[in-house]
T-cell receptor, first 114, second 110 residues
Framework: ELKVEQNPLFLSMQEGKNYTIYCNYSTTSDRLYWYRQDPGKSLESLFVLLSNGAVKQEGRLMASLDTKARLSTLHITAAVHDLSATYFCAVDLGYGGATNKLIFGTGTLLAVQP | ETGVTQTPRHLVMGMTNKKSLKCEQHLGHNAMYWYKQSAKKPLELMFVYNFKEQTENNSVPSRFSPECPNSSHLFLHLHTLQPEDSALYLC?????????FGPGTRLLVL
């Protein structure tokens, strides 16, 4: 059974601090996604990682993918309150076809405190 | 209107009712998806459609019946649901890798 596990499930951090969210998965895939969900809102795409060693950055967030280790990380630099949300990783089992087959992780609830 | 829209946004139904959820995308995408988001569980893929054809049914009970009349519209017909079906139902569309999600329908089954 495919498992996509995120660590930690809950993260409380202070503004200005750095931290990393980890996403481990149990099957072969070289396509991984990160999404953000604000309370009561829908999911917003953050990053699409399509190969081993892929690294993408947007603002204070940086995502990377190690397909050999089956691990993706989402690194937060100098956190600000606006980053408070739930972050999901998702592994694509669609194998590059016309549609995706995303298996989502449990989510990490991030709370940035002033 | 742009993006992915869903109606209704909130729905309360009894176990003997029949209702339908509607999703519409204005992005010109060819693929559409239904997901279920329950409390304390990961987001679960339910159905996938590509150019109106169903390509994935993730072992969803038959009390959920999807319909995709064209690439822009997706429905989820509900009948004889159970209380454990209460959840947020999200629709998404894609053309390529990125999926764009709608705001969801919050469903409560009494």
């Amino acid at each position: 059974e495919l498992k996509v596990e995120q660590n930690p499930l809950f993260l409380s951090m202070q503004e200005g601090k750095n931290y990393t969210i980890y996403c481990n998965y149990s099957t072969t895939s070289d396509r991984l996604y990160w999404y953000r969900q604000d309370p009561g809102k829908s999911l917003e795409s953050l990053f699409v990682l399509l190969s081993n060693g892929a690294v993408k950055q947007e603002g204070r967030l940086m995502a990377s993918l190690d397909t050999k280790a089956r691990l993706s990380t989402l690194h937060i630099t100098a956190a600000v309150h606006d980053l408070s949300a739930t972050y999901f990783c998702a592994v694509d089992l669609g194998y590059g076809g016309a549609t995706n087959k995303l298996i989502f992780g449990t989510g990490t609830l991030l709370a940035v405190q002033p | 209107e742009t993006g992915v829209t869903q109606t209704p946004r909130h729905l309360v139904m009894g176990m003997t009712n029949k209702k339908s959820l509607k999703c519409e995308q204005h992005l010109g995408h060819n693929a559409m998806y239904w997901y279920k988001q329950s409390a304390k569980k990961p987001l679960e893929l339910m159905f996938v459609y590509n150019f109106k054809e169903q390509t994935e049914n993730n072992s969803v009970p038959s009390r959920f019946s999807p319909e995709c009349p064209n690439s822009s519209h997706l429905f989820l017909h509900l009948h004889t649901l159970q209380p454990e079906d209460s959840a947020l139902y999200l629709c998404a569309s894609s053309h390529g890798q990125v999926e764009y999600f709608g705001p969801g329908t919050r469903l409560l089954v009494l």
